[in-house]
């Protein structure tokens, strides 16, 4: 993780935090002054797939679903890939459903819509 963040900082962002971790990478929140506080995935270069990301760049720069996050750029750095998004400040689905609170209608609707 730490040389993550160096990868991170050489590209001019500071690391306010790291936001989550998984199979394929790690999640940081930055901020770089030109785009402000952003999300930063850093994953190994073999993992990364580039037609998805295609495709989610299509999606995000087409502007129709407000539900879709934009990807803002992506790096491919040594042996790892960089990419940074907008910041969506919601946890996961799962998260929501673990925690058992009553989620009004109107985000409901809006869920089941992207399933």
Known sequence: MEYEKQLLQKQGYHVLKTLGSGGFGNVYLVFKQDIGIVAAKV??????????????????REGKNPFVLKYISTTINEEFAIIIMEYANMKSLQNLIDKKKVIPLGIVRVIMRQI
């Not at 270069?45 to 495709?55: L, S």
């Open 43 to 60: 994953m190994k270069e073999k993992d990364f797939d580039f037609n998805e990301w295609k495709v989610g760049l299509k999606l995000g």
